[in-house]
C-alpha cells in the first residue's frame, strides 16, 4: 500500500517538474532551488510528523497539491513574463519563484527545529529577509 503510494507521488513529482521545466522556462538558479527546497520541506515534514506521532495522508496528500499550486503559480507567472516582455527578462516568474522559496526555507527551517536540526543563524537570516523583501513588492 504505501509502496504504490510512493510510486504515485514520485510519479506525480517528475510529472510536475517536468512540466514545471517546459513552461515555467529554464532549469537555472532560482527554480532549481525552489524545487530543491520544496522536496526537502516535503520529506522533513513527513519525518517531523513521524517524529510527533501526527503522520497523515491526508496533510500529505494536501501539501503535495499545495506544491503543484505554487509550481503553477511560477508558470503562470513565467507566461506573463511571456506576454508582457517577450520572456527577456522573467520579471514576474523569478518574483514567484523568490516569494515561495522564502516561504518554504522558513517552513523547512521549522521542520529541522522539530526533529531538533539546528540551522545556522546567516542562512535562517537570509530566508526571512527574502520573504519579508518579497512581501513588500
Sequence with gaps: MISQWLEGLAASMVYLGRLTHIEAGSWEGPLRLLVYLMIADYVMGVLAAL???????????????????????????????QLLGGGQAPVFRNLAIYFYAGREGLALIEHFGAIGVPWPPAIRNALRQLQKGKDKK
Design 51 to 81: 517524529k510527533a506521532k501526527q503522520l497523515s495522508g491526508h496533510a500529505m496528500l494536501w501539501e503535495a497539491i499545495r506544491k503543484g499550486g505554487v509550481l503553477s503559480v511560477v508558470c503562470i507567472a513565467a507566461q506573463l513574463d
